[in-house]
C-alpha cells in the first residue's frame, strides 16, 4: 500500500479536507459563541466578521454555527446510508453468487425489482411519513433504494470466486459454507466493498443534498447542506456568504472523497494482487 499511496498525492489532499472537514462538523458548535438555532436581530444578513465568523443569513442565524450542523447531520446520514447499503449488498450479492440455483434466482428477481423502482419518486411519496420519525429512517429508506447495482457486482465476484480450486476443496472437505464465504470469498471483495462503501458516502451526501433541497429530506427547524443551499439560493449574489460556506463544503466533501476512494481502490487492488488467500 505504501508503494500505491505515493503516486496518488491527491490522496493526501483529501485526506486533509475529509479531516478537516469532520473536525469542523463535530467541533464546529461547540466552539463557535452562537447554537444553530440562536438569532441575532441586530446581524441581519451580516457579512463575515469578528462576531459572526461566516456571517449570518437573513433572519439573523450564524452561518458558522449552522454549517457545521448541517455538515454534520449531512455527515452522518451519507456515512450510515453507505454502510447499510454496502453491507445489504454484500449479504444479497454473496449469497446469490455462492448458493446459486433458487436462492440466486430469488435474490436476483429481488434485485431486478428494485432495480425498476423510480428511487426518487419512491422517496418524494414517502418522505411525509417519514418526517417525524427522525433522520435515521430516512437514511434506512436511501440505504435501501441504492444497495442492487452493488449488489450485481458482488454477485457476479461470488459467482467466479466459488469455482476456484481452493474453495472447491474446501466444500468436498465438508467446511462449512458460511465459513467458506468469511475465509475465501469475502477476502477476495474486501478491496471492492471498502471502496464502494467510501466513494457511497459522498453519493449518500449529494443525494440528501439534493432531496433536502427540494424539501424531501432533513425537515426544520433541524438543517442539512441541502436546506441551507435551498434556503440561500435567491442570495447567492446578493449575500454570497450564505450559499457559497455551506455549498463549498459540500463540494470539498465530494471532491476529498472521491481523491480518497480511488487511492484506496489503487492500494487495495495492489495488496490484493500480492496476497494469495490459502486453501
Known amino acids: 500500500m505504501r508503494q500505491v499511496l505515493p503516486r496518488a498525492p491527491g490522496a493526501l489532499l483529501g485526506l486533509v479536507l475529509i479531516v478537516l472537514l469532520c473536525l469542523y462538523a463535530g467541533v464546529g458548535p461547540y466552539v463557535s459563541p452562537w447554537s444553530p438555532t440562536d438569532v441575532d436581530y441586530g446581524s441581519l444578513s451580516a457579512p463575515p466578521g469578528p462576531e459572526h465568523w461566516f456571517?449570518?443569513?437573513?433572519?439573523?442565524?450564524?452561518?458558522?454555527?449552522?454549517?457545521?450542523?448541517?455538515?454534520?447531520?449531512?455527515?452522518?446520514?451519507?456515512?450510515?446510508?453507505?454502510l447499510a447499503g454496502t453491507a445489504f449488498a454484500a449479504l444479497v450479492g454473496t449469497?446469490?453468487?455462492?448458493?446459486?440455483g433458487w436462492t440466486d434466482r430469488a435474490l436476483t428477481f429481488l434485485v431486478d425489482v428494485f432495480l425498476v423502482v423510480p428511487g426518487f419518486l419512491v422517496l418524494v411519496v414517502v418522505a411525509p411519513?417519514?418526517?417525524g420519525a427522525g433522520w435515521v429512517a430516512y437514511a434506512g429508506a436511501l440505504a435501501a433504494l441504492g444497495w442492487m447495482l452493488t449488489a450485481r457486482a458482488v454477485r457476479a465476484t461470488a459467482l467466479s470466486l466459488r469455482e476456484r480450486p481452493y474453495v472447491t476443496a474446501a466444500r468436498?472437505?465438508?467446511?462449512?459454507?458460511?465459513?467458506?464465504?468469511?475465509?475465501?470469498?469475502?477476502?477476495?471483495?474486501?478491496s471492492f466493498l471498502i471502496t464502494h462503501a467510501t466513494l457511497a458516502t459522498a453519493g449518500a451526501v449529494i443525494s440528501e443534498a439534493g432531496l433536502s433541497y427540494f424539501g424531501?429530506?432533513?425537515?426544520?427547524?433541524?438543517?442539512s447542506l441541502g436546506t441551507l443551499i435551498a434556503d440561500s439560493t435567491e442570495a447567492a449574489l446578493t449575500y454570497p456568504w450564505m450559499f457559497?460556506?455551506?455549498?463549498?463544503?459540500?463540494?470539498?466533501?465530494?471532491?476529498?472523497?472521491n481523491l480518497v476512494g480511488e487511492a484506496l481502490r489503487r492500494a487495495l487492488?495492489?495488496?490484493?494482487?500480492?496476497?494469495?488467500v490459502p486453501a
Open 95 to 100: 449469497c446469490a453468487g455462492y448458493f446459486g
Open 129 to 131: 411519513a417519514l418526517r
Open 172 to 190: 468436498h472437505m465438508g467446511v462449512p459454507p458460511l465459513r467458506i464465504v468469511r475465509r475465501h470469498i469475502l477476502p477476495h471483495m474486501i
Open 216 to 223: 424531501f429530506g432533513v425537515q426544520p427547524p433541524d438543517v
Open 269 to 276: 487492488d495492489f495488496s490484493a494482487a500480492r496476497t494469495e
Open 55 to 82: 456571517g449570518t443569513n437573513r433572519i439573523g442565524q450564524d452561518v458558522f454555527a449552522q454549517t457545521a450542523r448541517g455538515l454534520q447531520k449531512s455527515l452522518l446520514i451519507g456515512l450510515f446510508v453507505a
Open 244 to 257: 457559497f460556506f455551506p455549498t463549498g463544503m459540500l463540494l470539498c466533501f465530494v471532491l476529498a472523497v
